[in-house]
């Protein structure tokens, strides 16, 4: 490993691990923010720090940290020196300690505490809604609304299958791209950049064709009961 910062091993191994997470956070954002741009035609500096649509950073996050553990595992077997294998192992375990907890605390600090928040004022407008004296069949039909509402914002912060997907593969693409400059894989490059490339070429492919980035929320059931009664 190239020591950039100062000579001490275990130094430069965290401020490796750090950039490197930092890394993947910030090209998966990016990209996501890019695509709300070209599809939604808008932009805005909170989408940086939004949840949910294409691709997922906590997947992107997650796979990055198991490609760089899976790699400083097949270089400290190369290692000889004990104090040396020492730094390494250290540094792995703040890796997979630093990778859980900013997945925990970004979840207990954004999706739970927003979906806390559309209960409570869902169950508010419910409440004034009945205070009002309508009958029970209204009552009946804005209850089924809101169960729908409920579900789909519970699945506005989640992930589809293809956003977890993109989210695995640009995680382990931004993965290579740490190894390479901190240690010395310059072979590696074009790899990583055929990759990179492949990867931008067909996710922008396969959105031309679908739109899948802007989820929309929709109350298909309660209208369809609220026909019947008509």
Not at 15 to 21: E, L, M, P, T, V
Not at 91 to 100: C, G, N, P, R, S
Not at 199 to 217: G, H, Q, S
């Amino acid at each position: 490993m190239s020591l950039i910062f100062g000579n001490n091993l275990y130094y430069n191994l965290i401020i490796f691990i750090a950039i490197s997470i930092s890394f993947t956070w910030l090209v998966t954002q990016s990209f996501k923010v890019f695509l709300k741009c070209w599809i939604g035609k808008k932009f805005s500096f909170k989408m940086f720090l939004a949840d949910g649509d294409f691709p997922s950073t906590h997947t992107a996050l997650v796979t990055s940290s198991v490609i760089l553990v899976l790699f400083l595992n097949a270089y400290i077997l190369q290692l000889t020196d004990l104090a040396t294998i020492s730094a390494y192992n250290s540094a792995k375990d703040f890796l997979i300690m630093i990778t859980l907890a900013s997945i925990v605390i970004r979840d207990a600090m954004g999706q739970r505490h927003r979906q806390d928040n559309t209960n409570a004022n869902l169950k508010n407008l419910k409440d004034y809604v009945k205070e009002l004296g309508v009958s029970k069949n209204v009552i009946t039909h804005i209850d089924e609304t809101f169960q729908s509402i409920d579900n789909e914002a519970i699945k506005r912060v989640g992930h589809l299958k293809h956003e977890v997907y993109g989210g695995l593969i640009i995680g382990a693409i931004c993965a290579l791209y740490p190894i390479i400059f901190f240690f010395d894989r310059f072979d590696w490059l074009p790899f990583a950049i055929i990759l990179t490339l492949l990867y931008f070429v067909c996710i922008t492919a396969f959105l031309k064709l679908k739109p899948v980035v802007i989820k929309k929320v929709t109350y298909r059931r309660s209208r369809r009961n609220l026909n019947k009664e008509k």
